[in-house]
């Protein structure tokens, strides 16, 4: 039986407003504050719909009777995000009209998920940001709209308490906010919502800033609304909270902290890079003036010199009930030189089914060391991580030449009695970085338990340490056998070298991106070796070669680099 989420008093009421049929009356309509993407409007309005990475070829066809890949996609649907592209391309008014009649007469008096009420709260926002695009006219139809945007409205100020506390809640305030300051008789509506408001913030954000699930986009989202629900209170000349205005101070801090040279976020524990324009209109929104960058937030340590950022996580994933987006990434770093990603994580593979998903939250999917067949955390039968590094340190090193990092993690002292201790350094000029990863034994008992590892296996534990390329990089080995040319398309060149017995190596990787078909191919450089000893230790660097200068003409172009 599919869930319900409304109950028989809802009905009764829907079919009442219906019945009087009372429009919404506007006090004011703001225009849109979201972001839309061009050239997926123009894709629709061509029969194309790219949602969820999953494009819908469906010329004619009306965007209700697309085929579902997932459940998710249904929610996308009916929150009518989809709307913000239409209206970027200046032409999607008669479609955006077409659907939206459509969804009345289809979905408007009838119980299902269009009715969940932080579906509601995204749908009623954007039916007041394009609302002179949708119901602009004096036609019935126009009519017919604003009657159904004003019971909506009404419906989620009764309903929005029974949206589980989390980023979902905060979706249906910000619709039912939004609503108190533009629609005529919601504003006793706007006390009760703004006190959840300050209790949601309370519980979902950290006193640092940052979110439980550590997914740095997902931090971004939950930013986003709340800098909306600011200006949209703003314009209304309402005051804003206290608590809304500090929680957007320390998250855009943590924010900044967590974007590479290129304005993108690191990609962990399920998060992308975010979608383009997103963070920078909602920092722009909130109104918050830039912080010295942090070295630290959230649990990721960033070393930043010149045009060249690293990004390391720096702390045990999240377990239990919060981690079911969360990856066992650990130690793992990304670096970006400018404009272009140059060392990334494979990244999230939720939409591209079970078999990506879970391959992406393993340890081997991201830039660090791996024991073969084990990562530094376990997931559960379910989606849950049930086992993850209980003790995780960070210190910070600086000196004349470089800053470093040198960080360290327990995940594998319960099974092999190993702790991994990974140094990173990057130069003050931002041109080279010096690691070296190192698997040990701390404790006798540790000891104990390596020898006892050693025994089981006959031979060593072998083990990797990864780093995984973006699909822009151009790899080849060098000359000399030991090194890897790492050509970027703005021209620079990188060498990656390394020193001891591990054999180097360029394999096939993927680069998971929620925008994608399919997973993009790219590669992976592998240091692999045997740990024999209580410790054992790899040494690398990764740095421009001479040739390349500081600074290029990065110029976005559209072939690949060629290494002649």
């Known amino acids: 039986m599919a869930p319900t989420h409304l109950t028989r008093l809802d009905r009764l009421r829907l079919w009442t407003e219906r019945l009087q049929g009372v429009p919404a009356s506007f006090i004011d309509i703001p225009g849109p504050r979201s972001v839309g993407r061009v050239h997926r409007g123009q894709r629709m309005l061509a029969g194309e719909f790219m949602f969820l990475g999953y494009t819908v070829e469906a010329p004619e066809t009306p965007i209700w009777d697309l085929p579902i890949p997932e459940p998710a996609f249904v929610d996308l649907l009916h929150g009518f995000g989809?709307?913000?592209?239409?209206?970027?391309?200046?032409?999607?008014?008669?479609?955006?009209?077409?659907?939206?009649?459509d969804w009345i007469a289809r979905f408007g008096q009838q119980d299902g998920p269009a009715w969940r009420s932080d579906t509601l709260g995204r749908r009623v926002m954007r039916w007041i940001d394009h609302a002179e695009m949708l119901?602009?006219?004096?036609?019935?139809?126009?009519?017919?709209?604003r009657v159904f945007l004003r019971l909506q409205a009404r419906q989620l100020a009764r309903s929005w308490r029974r949206v589980r506390p989390g980023p979902r809640r905060?979706?249906?305030?910000?619709?039912?906010?939004?609503?108190?300051?533009?629609?005529?008789?919601?504003a006793p509506s706007r006390g009760a919502a703004l006190a959840a408001l300050e209790v949601e913030i309370a519980s979902a954000v950290t006193p640092e800033g940052g979110i439980p699930s550590r997914n740095p986009e997902a931090l971004a989202r939950v930013f986003a609304q709340l800098a909306r629900i600011k200006a949209d209170l703003l314009q209304a000349e309402v005051t804003p909270p206290d608590a809304l205005e500090d929680a957007l101070k320390r998250m855009a801090g943590v924010l900044r902290t967590l974007r590479h040279a290129d304005g993108t976020l690191a990609r962990f524990h399920g998060g992308g890079r975010g979608a383009p324009g997103l963070l920078d209109q909602a920092l722009s929104m909130s109104g918050v003036r830039p912080t010295p960058l942090s070295d630290r937030a959230m649990g990721y340590a960033r070393l930043s010199h010149a045009r060249t950022t690293l990004i390391l996580d720096a702390a045990p994933p999240t377990t239990g009930p919060m981690s079911p987006q969360a990856h066992a990434s650990t130690l793992g770093?990304?670096?970006?030189?400018?404009?272009?990603?140059?060392?990334?994580?494979?990244?999230?593979g939720r939409t591209f089914g079970d078999r990506w998903r879970r391959a992406g939250r393993a340890t081997p999917s991201h830039s660090t060391l791996a024991l073969d067949g084990l990562s530094s955390a376990r997931l559960g039968e379910g989606d849950l991580i049930v086992e993850a590094p209980g003790d995780v340190r960070l210190e910070r090193r600086r000196s004349d030449l470089s800053t470093g990092l040198i960080a360290g993690h327990d995940g594998y002292v319960a099974s092999h009695g190993l702790t991994h201790v990974r140094q990173i350094y990057l130069s003050h000029d931002g041109r080279g970085l010096q690691g070296e990863d190192v698997i040990a034994t701390v404790e006798r008992e540790d000891e104990r338990a390596f020898d006892r590892a050693l025994d089981e296996t006959g031979g060593g534990i072998p083990f990797s340490v990864r780093f995984h390329l973006h699909p822009d990089v151009a790899a080849r080995i060098a000359e000399d056998g030991q090194s890897f040319e790492l050509m970027l398309k703005s021209g620079e060149l990188w060498i990656l070298r390394h020193t001891g017995s591990a054999a180097l190596s360029l394999v096939p990787s993927v680069y998971l991106d929620v925008g994608q078909l399919e997973p993009t191919p790219t590669s992976q450089i592998v240091l692999r070796a045997t740990a024999m000893d209580y410790a054992t230790r790899i040494s690398w660097t990764l740095a421009k070669a001479r040739q390349t200068p500081d600074a290029v003409r990065d110029i976005v172009h559209g072939d690949y680099p060629v290494l002649a």
Not at 135 to 145: F, S, V, Y
């Open 333 to 348: 770093f990304e670096l970006t030189s400018g404009r272009r990603p140059l060392i990334v994580n494979c990244g999230s």
């Open 82 to 101: 989809w709307l913000d592209d239409l209206a970027a391309t200046g032409a999607g008014e008669g479609p955006a009209q077409r659907w939206l009649d």
């Open 135 to 145: 119901m602009g006219g004096d036609q019935p139809r126009d009519r017919t709209a």
């Open 170 to 186: 905060f979706e249906a305030l910000a619709g039912l906010l939004l609503a108190t300051v533009t629609l005529e008789g919601l």
